[in-house]
């Protein structure tokens, strides 16, 4: 079954982002240029410290700093918790991504969809 919805959205036992049917795996995420000045915006909207956002992605500390450098990006785990804080944000997606971007989670049951 293709999701026809451009909206992206999380699903199955591992976790994949379908965008407009297309399925991209958490790693393959594409991040807008100025992704450490967009990190650095969702934590200020978030009124956490350094190390208070990073305890709550559950990271440490030090890779949160790496994601501040330009180049190193978030993957996997740490990437889901990001976006799961983002969506907890009011326009966290919009400003983690930038413009036009709602994250929306979607747990879907295989046995249901099947």
Same mark, same amino acid.
């Given at each position: 079954?293709? &999701?026809? &919805?451009?909206?992206?959205?999380?699903?199955?036992?591992?976790?994949?982002? &379908?965008?407009?049917?297309r399925l991209l795996p958490v790693e393959s995420a594409?991040?807008? @240029?100025?992704?450490?000045?967009?990190?650095?915006? !969702?934590?200020?909207?978030?009124?956490?410290?350094?190390? +208070?956002? +990073?305890?709550?992605?559950?990271?440490?500390?030090?890779?949160?700093?790496?994601?501040?450098?330009?180049?190193? @990006?978030?993957?996997?785990?740490?990437?889901?918790?990001? !976006?799961?804080? +983002? +969506?907890?944000?009011? &326009?966290?997606g919009e400003i983690l991504l930038g413009k036009g971007?709602?994250?929306?989670?979607?747990?879907?049951?295989? @046995?249901?969809?099947?």
């Amino acid at each position: 079954m293709t &999701n026809r &919805n451009p909206e992206p959205r999380f699903d199955g036992p591992t976790v994949r982002i &379908n965008v407009g049917g297309r399925l991209l795996p958490v790693e393959s995420a594409v991040f807008p @240029e100025d992704f450490p000045r967009r990190l650095r915006r !969702l934590k200020e909207a978030s009124g956490l410290t350094w190390s +208070a956002f +990073a305890r709550v992605i559950g990271v440490d500390l030090k890779q949160l700093r790496r994601w501040l450098k330009k180049g190193v @990006e978030p993957s996997g785990g740490p990437l889901m918790a990001l !976006l799961r804080f +983002a +969506a907890l944000i009011h &326009n966290g997606g919009e400003i983690l991504l930038g413009k036009g971007y709602r994250l929306t989670f979607c747990w879907v049951d295989e @046995e249901e969809e099947g």
